[in-house]
T-cell receptor
Framework: AQKITQTQPGMFVQEKEAVTLDCTYD???????LFWYKQPSSGEMIFLIY????DEQNATEGRYSLNFQKARKSANLVISASQLGDSAMYFC?????????????WGAGTKLIIKP | ETGVTQTPRHLVMGMTNKKSLKCEQH?????MYWYKQSAKKPLELMFV???????ENNSVPSRFSPECPNSSHLFLHLHTLQPEDSALYLC??????????????FGEGSRLTVL
């Protein structure tokens, strides 16, 4: 079974609209971390935001926020006021302590295209 | 200098060639990683070095040979590759390996094509 599932292979969004990228995860660990990365066409993976399993509040970083629903095992990325430069691949990843020895487990990604 | 630099950015090689990918990090990190990114597949972790010692080797074929001469440099030596090895190879570093919160910093990758 996949540990990280990103159900949206691709999305088109109008500039200035908010966008939600879905991520669900599967773990039996109590302690884990969730990450979102952005990969523009240049290839570099850029860290966006982190949520710890024990964090009570949703993480926010500028225009990025993470909608963390622990009981549903969901960690959706919300980008507010989208910009043309947000067009990229977006990857959700999880780090467990017990099950994966601190390795990051990655989803297959969502390709986001912002339309002017 | 950018944080993590990879060279070459593009490489085309025949199946009998020997080549190397180079990664250099200027962040003072203690852990370095090689990942393989193939189209429509999740990133695959290949190797992890922590304080210059290899700590992870995820069932990678022996035609890929890593080398970490110091904490700032990481190489991936390639020989007798197969066409299915064509992919984007990403190098990353992190402050240390065993932290839940530690994010990875990536280079722009080396796009490898094996003919």
């Amino acid at each position: 079974a996949q540990k990280i599932t990103q159900t949206q292979p691709g999305m088109f969004v109008q500039e200035k609209e908010a966008v939600t990228l879905d991520c669900t995860y599967d773990t039996s660990d109590q302690s884990y971390g969730l990450f979102w990365y952005k990969q523009p066409s240049s290839g570099e993976m850029i860290f966006l935001i982190y949520q710890g399993s024990y964090d009570e509040q949703n993480a926010t970083e500028g225009r990025y926020s993470l909608n963390f629903q622990k009981a549903r095992k969901s960690a959706n990325l919300v980008i507010s006021a989208s910009q043309l430069g947000d067009s990229a691949m977006y990857f959700c990843a999880m780090r467990e302590v017990e099950n994966s020895n601190y390795q990051l487990i990655w989803g297959a990604g969502t390709k986001l295209i912002i339309k002017p | 200098e950018t944080g993590v630099t990879q060279t070459p950015r593009h490489l085309v090689m025949g199946m009998t060639n020997k080549k190397s990918l180079k990664c250099e990090q200027h962040l003072g990190h203690n852990a370095m990683y090689w990942y393989k990114q193939s189209a429509k597949k999740p990133l695959e972790l290949m190797f992890v070095y922590s304080l210059e010692e290899r700590v992870e080797n995820n069932s990678v074929p022996s035609r890929f040979s890593p080398e970490c001469p110091n904490s700032s440099h990481l190489f991936l030596h390639l020989h007798t590759l197969q066409p299915e090895d064509s992919a984007l190879y990403l190098c990353a570093s992190s402050q240390e390996r065993g932290r839940i919160t530690g994010e990875l910093f990536f280079g722009e990758g080396s796009r490898l094509t094996v003919l």
